[in-house]
Protein backbone atom coordinates (compact mmCIF):
# COMPACT_ATOMS: atom_id res chain seq x y z
CA UNK A 1 0.00 0.00 0.00
CA UNK A 2 1.61 3.47 -1.47
CA UNK A 3 0.89 6.87 -1.10
CA UNK A 4 1.30 8.52 -4.54
CA UNK A 5 0.29 12.27 -5.65
CA UNK A 6 -1.98 12.05 -1.77
CA UNK A 7 -3.71 8.90 -3.08
CA UNK A 8 -4.26 5.54 -1.52
CA UNK A 9 -2.64 3.22 -4.15
CA UNK A 10 -3.02 -0.72 -2.91
CA UNK A 11 -0.78 -2.87 -5.37
CA UNK A 12 -1.80 -6.42 -5.54
CA UNK A 13 -0.71 -9.64 -7.82
CA UNK A 14 0.52 -12.92 -7.65
CA UNK A 15 3.45 -13.78 -5.29
CA UNK A 16 6.73 -12.35 -6.60
CA UNK A 17 5.38 -10.54 -9.74
CA UNK A 18 7.17 -7.19 -8.29
CA UNK A 19 4.72 -5.45 -5.85
CA UNK A 20 7.39 -4.82 -3.50
CA UNK A 21 10.07 -3.65 -5.96
CA UNK A 22 7.36 -1.30 -7.55
CA UNK A 23 6.81 -0.12 -4.01
CA UNK A 24 10.88 0.42 -3.90
CA UNK A 25 10.37 2.12 -7.00
CA UNK A 26 7.87 4.63 -6.01
CA UNK A 27 9.78 5.55 -2.73
CA UNK A 28 12.95 6.59 -5.13
CA UNK A 29 10.34 8.78 -7.12
CA UNK A 30 9.17 10.22 -3.46
CA UNK A 31 6.05 8.64 -2.73
CA UNK A 32 5.50 7.26 0.89
CA UNK A 33 4.93 3.47 2.13
CA UNK A 34 1.77 2.94 3.91
CA UNK A 35 2.63 -0.82 4.38
CA UNK A 36 4.30 -3.84 2.63
CA UNK A 37 2.78 -7.23 2.26
CA UNK A 38 0.25 -7.01 5.47
CA UNK A 39 -2.27 -4.44 5.15
CA UNK A 40 -5.16 -4.03 7.87
CA UNK A 41 -8.86 -2.16 6.69
CA UNK A 42 -11.10 -0.29 8.18
CA UNK A 43 -14.14 1.94 7.13
CA UNK A 44 -14.28 4.99 8.35
CA UNK A 45 -17.85 6.62 9.29
CA UNK A 46 -17.84 8.54 6.06
CA UNK A 47 -17.29 5.28 4.27
CA UNK A 48 -13.73 5.74 3.37
CA UNK A 49 -11.87 2.44 3.42
CA UNK A 50 -8.96 3.47 5.73
CA UNK A 51 -5.47 0.91 4.90
CA UNK A 52 -3.25 0.58 7.78
CA UNK A 53 0.24 -1.08 8.45
CA UNK A 54 0.14 -3.80 11.42
CA UNK A 55 2.35 -2.14 14.00
CA UNK A 56 4.76 -5.16 13.86
CA UNK A 57 5.58 -4.02 10.37
CA UNK A 58 5.69 -0.25 10.21
CA UNK A 59 8.08 1.50 8.42
CA UNK A 60 9.31 -1.30 6.90
CA UNK A 61 9.51 -3.03 3.28
CA UNK A 62 10.75 -6.48 2.30
CA UNK A 63 12.50 -6.66 -1.11
CA UNK A 64 13.68 -10.70 -2.20
CA UNK A 65 17.13 -9.67 -2.95
CA UNK A 66 17.67 -6.59 -1.03
CA UNK A 67 15.58 -8.26 2.60
CA UNK A 68 14.48 -5.93 4.87
CA UNK A 69 14.76 -2.38 4.81
CA UNK A 70 13.75 0.40 7.45
CA UNK A 71 11.74 3.18 4.80
CA UNK A 72 12.57 6.42 7.69
CA UNK A 73 16.58 5.83 7.74
CA UNK A 74 16.95 5.12 4.23
CA UNK A 75 14.05 7.78 2.60
CA UNK A 76 13.46 9.81 5.69
CA UNK A 77 11.03 10.42 8.07
CA UNK A 78 8.43 11.03 5.39
CA UNK A 79 8.41 8.22 3.71
CA UNK A 80 6.69 6.38 5.97
CA UNK A 81 2.66 7.08 6.67
CA UNK A 82 0.93 4.79 9.53
CA UNK A 83 -2.12 5.28 7.31
CA UNK A 84 -3.90 6.34 4.28
CA UNK A 85 -7.33 6.33 2.49
CA UNK A 86 -7.69 3.96 0.10
CA UNK A 87 -8.19 5.64 -3.65
CA UNK A 88 -6.94 3.22 -6.10
CA UNK A 89 -6.08 -0.43 -7.00
CA UNK A 90 -3.38 -1.83 -9.46
CA UNK A 91 -3.10 -5.08 -10.10
CA UNK A 92 0.44 -6.25 -11.43
CA UNK A 93 0.07 -8.93 -14.15
CA UNK A 94 2.45 -10.82 -16.62
CA UNK A 95 1.31 -11.10 -20.44
CA UNK A 96 -2.30 -9.82 -19.78
CA UNK A 97 -4.87 -10.81 -22.49
CA UNK A 98 -6.22 -7.11 -22.57
CA UNK A 99 -6.43 -6.25 -26.34
CA UNK A 100 -5.21 -3.29 -27.78
CA UNK A 101 -7.80 -0.36 -27.67
CA UNK A 102 -7.76 3.21 -27.48
CA UNK A 103 -9.83 3.42 -24.38
CA UNK A 104 -9.09 1.48 -21.25
CA UNK A 105 -12.10 0.92 -18.67
CA UNK A 106 -10.85 -0.25 -14.99
CA UNK A 107 -12.51 -3.20 -13.27
CA UNK A 108 -13.61 -2.40 -9.97
CA UNK A 109 -12.42 -4.71 -6.94
CA UNK A 110 -14.11 -4.60 -3.49
CA UNK A 111 -12.39 -3.66 -0.18
CA UNK A 112 -14.82 -3.81 3.07
CA UNK A 113 -17.83 -3.56 0.57
CA UNK A 114 -16.98 -0.81 -1.17
CA UNK A 115 -15.40 -0.61 -4.49
CA UNK A 116 -12.70 0.94 -6.38
CA UNK A 117 -11.16 1.40 -10.06
CA UNK A 118 -8.38 -1.39 -10.69
CA UNK A 119 -5.73 -0.87 -13.22
CA UNK A 120 -4.22 -3.60 -14.80
CA UNK A 121 -0.25 -3.12 -15.31
CA UNK A 122 1.11 -5.49 -17.71
CA UNK A 123 5.19 -6.14 -16.28
CA UNK A 124 5.59 -7.06 -20.06
CA UNK A 125 5.31 -3.39 -21.52
CA UNK A 126 8.42 -1.55 -22.26
CA UNK A 127 6.91 1.50 -20.52
CA UNK A 128 8.06 2.39 -17.04
CA UNK A 129 5.35 0.72 -14.70
CA UNK A 130 6.24 3.94 -12.06
CA UNK A 131 5.17 6.36 -15.18
CA UNK A 132 2.22 4.15 -16.75
CA UNK A 133 0.88 4.38 -12.99
CA UNK A 134 1.17 7.72 -12.29
CA UNK A 135 -0.34 9.22 -15.69
CA UNK A 136 -2.94 6.99 -14.83
CA UNK A 137 -3.93 7.98 -11.65
CA UNK A 138 -3.32 11.88 -13.53
CA UNK A 139 -5.84 10.64 -15.85
CA UNK A 140 -8.26 10.38 -12.98
CA UNK A 141 -8.20 13.50 -12.05
CA UNK A 142 -8.60 14.72 -15.41
CA UNK A 143 -12.61 17.01 -16.30
CA UNK A 144 -11.96 16.11 -19.84
CA UNK A 145 -12.15 12.69 -21.82
CA UNK A 146 -9.28 11.47 -24.58
CA UNK A 147 -12.11 9.49 -25.83
CA UNK A 148 -15.15 12.13 -26.03
CA UNK A 149 -12.72 14.54 -27.47
CA UNK A 150 -11.39 11.90 -29.89
CA UNK A 151 -15.08 11.25 -30.96
CA UNK A 152 -15.66 14.89 -31.37
CA UNK A 153 -13.35 15.55 -33.92
CA UNK A 154 -14.51 12.64 -35.72
CA UNK A 155 -17.77 13.98 -35.91
CA UNK A 156 -16.81 17.57 -36.99
CA UNK A 157 -14.27 15.67 -39.38
CA UNK A 158 -17.11 13.57 -41.28
CA UNK A 159 -20.02 16.99 -41.32
CA UNK A 160 -17.08 18.91 -42.90
CA UNK A 161 -16.54 16.04 -45.97
Sequence with gaps: MMRVNDLGVLIIGKPNIGKSSL???LLHHGYQLIADDSVEFSLAADN??????PEMLAGLLHCRD???INVSELFGA???RHQQKLDYIIELVQHSNNAVS???????????????PT???DLNSPASIVHRL?????????TT?????????????????
Design 23 to 25: ALE
Design 48 to 53: NVIARC
Design 66 to 68: LGL
Design 78 to 80: DAY
Design 102 to 116: LTVKPDLYLVCGQSF
Design 119 to 121: LCL
Design 134 to 142: TTWLKMQSL
Design 145 to 161: DAEVTLHARQRKQMVMQ
